[in-house]
């Protein structure tokens, strides 16, 4: 397989305008063209500027990237497009909430794995815990590996925040 067939992964950064309907274009340029979305997050973070950041994890080959890329770039709303891993070093950061039941033994090899990963505790009763994980996306999926074994009862993710490093924005 050459280069440019060689499938990798990628996370975008899009500023926008935050209106209605952006979400929907986003996910109609992907889905239209048949990428896949690994993982999406958006929130304001400009409300005097009415600006949202849309955070995009997908994968393909680099020219595939590339056509998504000047795709987000052409979006009427984008202010501003940024390949955060062709561009340098960047961080990527993601929350779960694992909810895990069991007891005697299997509470405790919980909390013992809970303290490893660093992992909080945000909710007890005598049969369950919540557990809040933060981290890279491998950290997170190695806990809920480890937790499957104790006994997953349901999993909620934020999906991948991320931003360049260094002095300069977007």
């Known amino acids: 397989m050459s280069k440019d067939q060689k499938t ?25 063209r048949g990428y896949n979305i690994d993982s999406m997050t958006v929130a304001e973070v400009d409300p005097e500027k009415n600006l949202s950041r849309f955070t995009i994890v997908t994968t393909g080959t680099e020219m595939v990237l590339e056509q998504i890329r000047h795709q987000l770039e052409r979006l009427v709303s984008s202010r501003a497009v940024k390949d955060l ?8 950061r993601e929350l779960a909430l694992i909810k895990v039941a069991g007891k005697d033994a299997k509470r405790i090899e919980a909390l ?10 945000v ?4 049969e369950s815990f ?4 933060t981290g890279s996306t491998e950290k ?31």
């Open 112 to 121: 013992r794995l809970a303290d490893v990963f660093r992992a909080r505790v």
């Open 140 to 170: 997170v999926n190695a806990f809920i590996n480890l937790m499957k074994e104790l006994g997953i009862v349901e999993i909620a993710r934020t999906g991948v925040a991320a931003m360049s490093r260094g002095a300069k924005g977007m």
């Open 123 to 126: 909710d007890s009763s005598l």
């Open 8 to 32: 990798i992964r990628h996370t975008f950064s899009v500023l926008t305008d935050n209106e209605p309907g952006v979400a929907a274009r986003i996910i109609g340029l992907f889905s239209g």
């Open 85 to 92: 891993t062709a561009d340098g070093p960047h961080l990527e």
């Open 130 to 133: 919540v557990f809040e994980v």
